[in-house]
């Protein structure tokens, strides 16, 4: 039985890992920061589980995501074309 993710759940999950990783951040500081498991954070980066809007909501915030890139269509720049840290 093979596992669908829903396109807007892995677009999420793209940004937040394009995001943590272009600020030299690990799963484990992103997990304490927003108050989930290091497990449950992992589970949503990779796009297995769907976070609650209140935990959606901390890891934008802490992240600092610009709304920008979670707008339909919406790409994630190279390093070269913007500094997103």
């Known amino acids: 039985m093979s596992h ?3 396109p ?3 677009k999420f999950s793209d940004i937040i890992y394009h995001i943590r990783t272009s600020k030299n951040l ?13 497990r449950w954070y992992q589970r949503i980066e990779k796009g297995e589980v769907k976070p609650s809007s209140a935990v ?9 995501i610009d709304s920008k890139y979670l ?11 913007e500094d997103i840290a």
Do not use: M
Not at 71 to 81: D, H, I, K, N, S
């Open 8 to 10: 807007i759940q892995r």
């Open 26 to 38: 690990t799963q484990a500081v992103v997990a304490e920061q927003v108050n989930i498991s290091k």
């Open 4 to 6: 669908q993710v829903d």
């Open 71 to 81: 707008q339909e269509g919406a790409t994630l720049p190279t390093a070269e074309q």
């Open 56 to 64: 959606t909501l901390r890891i934008i915030a802490f992240l600092k």
